[in-house]
């Protein structure tokens, strides 16, 4: 009897140990996070997960992941946007229309039998027509008249060609989008510009990538001079699915930038993006007041990027305006857009060496996923044509 009941014993502890072992399994399988969707769309860089051999000429913090992956949303009802293969394909197609005319030119004039002064003189034309500057063009031409002596073959010219229109471009400028924040607030993105650059576009665009990455969004709509602009990024807003914070027209601007991001803090948003109205950059009023919607805004939360929207097709005037933007606002990244219209794309050469600051992204259309991360190679690629 007693052999019996022990046996029982002994086969109910296992049995309970069993039970035991397989439900801490089971929890413990459930507290991990889960990975996130797999719906990137190539626009947003996303920052690493560990400190890695990421390049660190950027001033901006080096943003870190949010280690337990928020839930996914009830799925607003929005259009979903662009994946990333079609959408890269589309600009490629769209900025080689545009630019290949520079590359084509250069090519041209590059394969001729004899290269002579009268020769190099069109290619420097060529190069400062395209908007590449003074300095840059001098040292690309030189540059080439050095490999172009020692390597010989014209048939070699446009790989030395594409190259060095490559270094130009700066291939390892640290390129990502600072759109997270430390200590559990959100990465701030300021938008700024002159009127009509393409501001409140651009904050829509990046909005709808961010959203389709299964980040959580609050816009600002700091530009309260016209009640238009209001309405423009409440559209957006409304198509992307995320939420608009707005004043009153008339109200400080800097004041609607600070209940943005205070609803962002207090809803722990991952990012809160803050569009302001367009100013001439020699308004010194106007750039006063965007001075203190960074700090007004910096009482809540850091801003982890200042983005720069500069229209490509203004040439030389984009460079005064982006110099003047950077003393007041400390520029961390420039947007240009425009760039499928009649721009001259050596603007980028220019505008990167004038501010020490990368273009991240170029808007390539009015469309909603008209815009792409900044890709020197594809550029360059649709420069050659
Ligand atoms: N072709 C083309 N048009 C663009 C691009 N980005 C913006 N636009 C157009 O440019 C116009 C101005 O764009 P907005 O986004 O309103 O410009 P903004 O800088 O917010 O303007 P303000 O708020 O008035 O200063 C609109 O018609 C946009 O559709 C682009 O990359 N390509
Ligand atoms: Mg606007």
């Known amino acids: 009897m007693d052999a019996v009941a022990i046996l029982i014993l002994i086969i109910a502890l296992v049995a ?15 507290r991990k996070p889960e990975p996130l969707p797999n719906t990137h769309t190539g626009v947003i860089v996303r920052p690493p997960e560990e400190a890695d051999q990421a390049p660190v000429e950027v001033s901006a913090p080096p943003a870190t992941i ?11 009802a ?24 520079l590359g084509r030119g250069l090519l041209a004039l590059l394969s001729r039998d004899r290269l002579d002064e009268d020769t190099w003189e069109s290619i420097e034309d060529t190069l400062l027509t395209a908007d590449v500057g003074v300095a840059p063009t001098q040292e690309l031409v030189e540059h080439l008249r ?7 073959a014209p048939e070699d010219a446009r790989s030395v060609l ?14 990502r989008l600072q759109v997270s924040g430390a200590d559990g607030k959100p990465g701030v993105v300021l938008v700024v510009g002159v009127n009509g650059s393409g501001k409140t576009t651009t904050v829509g665009k990046i909005s709808r990538i961010l959203v389709a990455e299964d980040r959580s969004v609050v816009l600002g709509a700091a530009d ?23 004043g009153p027209e008339g109200t ?35 750039m006063d007041e965007l001075g203190k919607v960074k700090r007004v805004i910096e009482k809540q939360a850091p801003v982890t990027e200042v983005l720069l929207v500069l229209d490509a097709t203004t040439g030389q005037n984009g460079l005064i305006q982006a110099r003047v933007f950077s003393e007041v606002v400390d ?55």
């Open 16 to 30: 309970v140990a069993l039970v035991a072992t397989v439900a801490g399994l089971l929890v413990s399988r459930r």
């Open 331 to 385: 520029v961390s990244g420039i947007v240009l857009t425009k760039l499928d219209g009649s721009a001259k794309g050596g603007i980028v050469v220019q505008v990167q060496r004038e501010l020490g600051v990368p273009v991240k992204l170029v808007g390539l259309g009015e469309g909603a996923d008209d815009l792409a991360p900044f890709d020197p190679g594809a550029f360059v690629d649709a420069l050659l044509g």
């Open 252 to 286: 400080d601007p800097a004041s609607v930038a600070f209940d943005a991001v205070k609803e962002g803090v207090d809803t722990g948003a991952d990012t809160v993006i803050v569009d302001t109205a367009g100013r001439l950059q020699n308004k010194a009023g106007l």
């Open 146 to 152: 050095t490999r172009l002596r020692v390597e010989g």
């Open 78 to 101: 929005v259009e979903k946007p662009e994946g990333t293969a079609s959408r890269l394909v589309r600009l490629r197609q769209r900025l080689a229309g545009s630019q290949g005319a």
């Open 162 to 175: 594409r190259e060095e229109l490559l270094n130009l471009v700066g291939p390892d400028l640290d390129r």
């Open 224 to 246: 309260t001079f016209r009640a238009a602009a209001v309405e423009q990024l409440a559209t957006w807003g409304e198509r992307v699915g995320v939420d608009v914070v707005r």
């Open 66 to 76: 949010e280690p337990e992956a928020p839930e996914a949303p009830a799925a607003p």
